[in-house]
């Protein structure tokens, strides 16, 4: 079951026919976000195996603003936004996927001509598919590109960038506080790398 009924997400329309947003130097990746906002979606679990998801992403985002970068990465600039449902599957769903040792195979890079405004896709698989995709992989390293933006190209060659970072657990990890924080931490570049979000996916 994919959790996405009913759901008004935050407007990219008018974002077409104004200028293609550039890239930035802080977490939240490009210009045309003004603040945090974060989606997360359910797929292939019960919805009654979910404890309210957007509570539980608005508290442990709460408990990640704490860290010392959080202010620096961008975050803090407004209130985060958690909207349920997020603007398409998450990329490890695809019956593409598949592991070959400590590799991804055939995982979409979806392009985007507008980065949508969640800079973080917390996406809830079900304990076999998250086994089958991310098997030996603890919950900060679960983390796969979910939207791929480009700029303009300067001569040739365009300047592109993961916008979007999906993070991912099974329905138990995201009922437990502390992964869930663990897993929001990492997924906003919090966790100590010190790399921009594009370095860390090349």
């Not at 679990?45 to 959080?70: F, T």
């Not at 030996?136 to 300047?159: D, F, K, W």
Request: glycine share 10%; charged share 20%; proline share 9%.
């Amino acid at each position: 079951m994919l959790l996405t009924a009913g759901i008004v997400f935050l407007s990219e329309a008018s974002a077409v026919n104004a200028r293609r947003p550039a890239f930035t130097h802080d977490g939240l990746i490009v210009d045309s976000r003004d603040g945090l906002a974060v989606c997360v979606q359910v797929d292939g679990v019960p919805r009654e195996a979910v404890n309210a998801p957007d509570i539980a992403v608005r508290q442990a985002l709460n408990s990640v603003s704490g860290h010392p970068a959080w202010d620096r990465g961008g975050y803090g600039q407004r209130e985060p936004i958690v909207d349920v449902g997020c603007p398409g599957r998450p990329v490890m769903t695809a019956p593409s996927v598949w592991r070959d040792g400590s590799s991804f195979v055939g995982v979409p890079r979806p392009r985007v001509s507008v980065p949508s405004p969640y800079r973080v896709w917390v996406n809830v698989l079900s304990d076999q598919r998250i086994a089958e995709v991310f098997v030996g992989y603890p919950v900060r390293l679960r983390t796969q590109a979910e939207e791929i933006y480009c700029n303009p190209p300067v001569g040739s060659t365009p300047s592109c960038e993961a916008t979007a970072l999906g993070a991912y657990l099974t329905a138990g990890e995201f009922n437990d506080p502390s992964l869930l924080k663990e897993a929001l931490t990492f997924a906003l570049n919090l966790g100590g790398l010190g790399l921009p979000l594009g370095a860390q996916l090349r």
